[in-house]
């Protein structure tokens, strides 16, 4: 087996330049291809399908992800979760980065990054897809490498802010040669600000997008310490604009004389489905004025937000103002770095302030509030979530009020955790009760230091995967043959990023078998 991954990793790297440049016309479409059986399987109790595209295929080649795979095929003892591996961690490289080249007469890279089965770029997606290779970056200025790629990812990030910043997904860039795709749902949005349809995608204005865009920042800048690359062309530029909405987004309903304020957004569509509009004529429930928290329409799921101070993107959006107030200061943008720090701590006071209630299992972080009392208990699998806040850095794991929350958001006091014989995970309403989406076990997992409860929910996530070898955005509870989306690339990424994780932190784990009563 070692012998055919080494002979398929050499074909790759000898051709990833050429199909890059000239991409064979019989590459299957990878929305059909990873929804069929592939030898050679993996040989355990779930025999896992192969999942990678032909080396010709892929979209992108990387040694070090390349010698990564080699090194953990060495290192995790099951067959099983080391197949998993093998087709998780490279799945963006190997199908989404949809093209990588420089912005017309410039040496400015740009990456287009597709979010899997939908041909668009989301900010949020787009972000975390290139963290899954953060411990691979390295400082160079080769347009082969994964710092390429994230140089990219940032500068078009940068275009897309500075152009809509009120947005969340995109159409490719011109440069690209690349058709925009239409998106029917959004076809009779009505949306303020307005925006062309030829470079937006979708237009829901989430406060974790503005958050991922520091977020790619942070995690290329501490991987590198590549100062001078922000200075080049539009970062600073577009981080006044993730600014100048964060501001305009912490307006409430009312003025102080109870006129009603004119919201800087709006968002109304014809659905039958309440989470994909605003209600109020597209400002959505009311908010209080002055709790210094900003406001999000919808959330990571895209679906609406019930109350639009949403805790999670705020923790994110506070975490990543302050890592990249340094970067500001660091490119002689001081005024810009101290508005970020400033604000990064004024949010931190708001959330301590506002957004930890009181329940029958103690205080606890709630998942929205209004300001006006009002506050939904619950979290969603899609990060940023109240889970994920020790995983992106917000507070520490061993916090105490985020271990009251813990156990309420893995428990049945949320309305959103889906338990069964199957996987017992976080979900959502996006896709709506009995489907767990394994995205919230990875990071149950990433939070977690309980042996226990890792091997038992590394078990669920091994044994869900109908076969396919690839993790899902969502799993019915009681059948793993009825799921959602095979092709979610930043679900597999994140696998695999939290696989190194334990590597690092409990390697033996991975020596664990998760053959259940076969092993």
Sequence with gaps: MLVFFSIVTSLALASSAYARLFPRADCPDYSDYSQQRHEPFSGGKYNLSYQRPDPACRTFVSQGVEDTITRMNNTIKDPDLKRLFQNTFPNTLDTAIKWHGYAQGTTEELTFVITGDINAMWLRDSANQMQ??????????????????????????????????????????????????????????????????????ECKYELDSLAAFLEVSTDYYEATKDISFFGKYQWANAAKAVLQVANDMMIGTYSSNGSVNTSPYTFTRSTTAGTETLNNGGIGNPVQEGTGLVRSAFRPSDDATIFQLFIPANMMFSRYLNSTAEIARGIGQSDLGDQMASMSSSIQQA???????????????????????????????????????????????????????RKVVLSANNPYFMRGPVINSVGGPHVGPGAAWPMASIVRILTSDDDQEIISTLGEIVSSTDGLGLIHESVNSFDQTKWTRQWFSWANGLFGQMILDLNDRKPDILQQSFQGDSS
């Design 351 to 405: 959330i301590e302030k506002y957004g930890i209630v009181s329940t029958d299992e103690g205080s606890i972080y709630a998942y929205e509030i209004d300001g006006y009392g009002s506050r939904n208990i619950m979290d969603d699998a899609n990060i940023p979530s109240l889970l994920a806040s020790a995983f992106f850095g917000y507070l520490d794991a061993s916090d105490e009020t985020y271990q009251a929350t």
């Design 132 to 201: 899954t290779y953060r411990s691979l970056v390295n400082n160079t200025a080769a347009n082969d490498t994964i710092a390429s790629l994230y140089r990219g990812v940032i500068n078009l990030q940068s275009r897309y802010l500075l152009t809509s910043p009120y947005c969340n997904s995109f159409q490719p860039p011109a440069e690209s040669g690349i058709a925009p795709s239409n998106n029917g749902a959004a076809t009779e949005d009505s949306v303020k600000p307005t925006y062309d349809n030829t470079t937006v995608f």
